[in-house]
């Protein structure tokens, strides 16, 4: 039964794209036999060259000098998060379509609160944790393989790899072949039943070489001489927080951590974790042999520990720049394996970022005189509701919080005959009276379209009517939230990279504005196929030959 509902998802998922006939292969790029996505995420487009007197010829250099920079590329959403930048890229619309708004949101229907991927309708495979149970089924929109996979009769591979479970989930979508991610538990890559059926024997093996406990018995050192690391503050300052806001400098005993995590979850903040999908990547490309026929495989790498480390040490770090020289060692070593097995020639490869990361508001005050601050979303709250409650009586108005979205009990609203536009509508403006708070919007409007096509898209663009809260606000240019139990992930940084190499590329650098939607109807229009329908974003001509 599972099997068959996962199987009626998928037909109703892909039934909004156009049915139109491909172009076919006579005018699509005959040698185009693998789509190489590889999202790095958090990464600032300023590394490429924050860092470039130290990388070597074959990783990031390799892209930069013979593909085609996009150095105006930016993601524009509402929540910032590598949870809502990764079905963007991967589905080419922003959340208003493809629905994920968050990595949690209310469903006032069921009255609970929403996971964007766990799904305890599906099991782990390739380990006995729960760590597996996900699936793609609030993905309301088709991704980059879905559209290949009813492109091609279902002929093309679909994979995607990841240290994250969110990452691996969303960019692969749900006609993948696998999706596979790091187990915290055990250090073993899973996957979830709603992608196999079976674990492959080659994975088997992969995690029978224990590379994750071998990584574990390491300390993680500078590739480099300390004194090297002129791109980054000195390596003992006060504006890291480190490893349980005590551990900040080199070298990190990896096994202490470890001990203290309780889980190989903290080697994801480390470049180890990265080596762990790139050896993972090139192993699957070699079993499921990806790039050996004419039909255009997908394979999308999401490297995820500048995601975890820009948390613990900032952009600016030793540790920063330390893991990005070792990523570029991983990207080489990618890519020459690539270009060995089936040619880079034959290969379309983008090199791009689900978000970016911002500078932390003590560095950006105390090191540089920057206008910044902290807002608390608690205190804002917290005397929100009291002012509801000297408004509109006592009551529990507010039902959920999460991020920059504010949800009401609406049916007390109801209940006591108020209006629920002028409810929102003195909420928002009670919202924007806090310092810090550029501004709080009522989603009234956005079910209106009151705002659609005013400086107000970004929220509008990621404003989901039955997922999305009552109020949605941002903060000013500089200011970051701070929550006094729980840490958060913020970035106000809506510029990415965006590097394509391949057959059909014209290379050089291109100022011209590109979104990030603009990735997946582009990568139609090389293929040769019809633009799927739903796709919000442009074909960036001008990269083209």
């Known amino acids: 039964m599972k099997i068959l509902f996962r199987e009626l998802s998928i037909f109703l998922i892909l039934s909004v794209f156009s049915f139109g006939a491909a172009r076919g292969q006579s005018s699509a790029s005959p040698k185009t036999k693998l789509v190489l996505v590889i999202n790095v995420e958090q990464m600032r487009s300023d590394y490429l060259v924050r860092y470039a007197d130290k990388f070597q010829n074959d990783g990031f250099l390799r892209l930069v000098n013979h593909g085609a920079v ?20 991967m589905t080419g619309a922003y959340p ?49 393989g879905d559209g290949l996979k009813l492109s091609t009769n279902g002929n093309a591979k679909v994979f995607s790899v990841s240290l994250n479970d969110y990452s691996a989930v969303l960019s692969s979508g749900h006609a993948a072949d696998g999706a596979y991610w790091m187990d915290n538990q055990t250090g073993n890559m899973i996957s979830s039943s709603y992608y196999v059926d079976q674990f492959p024997s080659w994975a088997f093996s992969f995690n029978a070489k224990q590379m994750v406990e071998s990584f574990a018995n390491r300390d993680w050192t500078t590739l480099l001489p300390m004194g090297s690391y002129e791109a980054s503050v000195e390596d003992d300052n006060t504006f890291e927080r480190g490893y349980y806001e005590k551990w900040n400098t080199f070298p990190y005993d990896l096994k202490k951590l470890i001990s203290t995590e309780g889980s190989y979850r903290v080697l994801k903040t480390t470049p180890y974790g990265n080596r762990l999908i790139k050896d993972f990547a090139v192993n ?31 952009p600016s770090s030793v540790e920063m720049e330390d893991t990005y020289l070792r990523l570029d060692q991983d990207i080489a070593g990618l890519l020459d394996y690539v270009d060995k097995n089936i040619g880079l020639a034959n290969t379309l490869v983008i090199l791009t970022s689900s978000c970016s990361s911002s500078y932390s508001v003590d560095f950006l005050q105390q090191q540089y005189n920057m206008p910044a601050g902290y807002v608390s979303p608690e205190s804002m709250v917290a005397l929100l509701k009291s002012y509801l409650n000297i408004t509109y009586g006592q009551g529990n108005w507010v039902e959920f919080v999460m991020d920059q979205q504010i949800y009401f009990n609406r049916q007390l609203i109801e209940k006591q005959k108020i209006s629920i536009d002028e409810f929102m509508s003195k909420a928002a403006s009670f919202i924007n009276q806090f310092e810090g708070v550029k501004i709080a919007l009522p989603s009234s409007g956005f079910e209106q379209g009151d705002y659609a096509t005013s400086l107000l898209t970004t929220i509008s663009k990621s404003y989901n009517f039955k997922r999305s809260g009552d109020i949605l606000f941002m903060l000013e240019d500089g200011w970051q939230p701070q929550f006094k139990y729980r840490k958060v992930v913020y970035t106000d940084n809506t510029h990415i990279p965006m590097i394509w190499m391949g057959s059909g590329i014209h290379s050089g650098r291109y100022r011209g504005e590109v979104d990030a939607i603009d990735m997946v109807p582009t990568i139609f229009d090389i293929l040769g196929y019809d633009i799927p329908s739903h796709c919000s974003g442009r074909v960036i001509e001008e990269i083209l030959r």
Request: glycine residues 6%; proline residues 3%; charged residues 25%.
């Open 96 to 144: 208003d379509r493809h629905g994920i708004i968050n990595e949690i949101w209310m469903d006032r229907l069921k009255e609970k609160q929403v996971d964007a991927v766990e799904d305890k309708n599906y099991i782990t495979v390739g380990s006995d944790s729960n760590e597996g149970q996900r699936s793609a089924k609030q993905l309301l929109s088709p991704t980059l």
């Open 70 to 89: 996009c150095s105006n590329a930016s993601m524009n959403l509402h929540i910032q998060k590598c949870v809502t930048g990764v079905p963007t890229l």
């Open 284 to 314: 699957l490309i070699e079993n499921e042999r990806l790039g050996r026929d004419d039909v255009p495989d997908l394979l999308t790498i999401n490297f995820s520990s500048m995601d975890f480390a820009n948390n613990l040490f900032g």
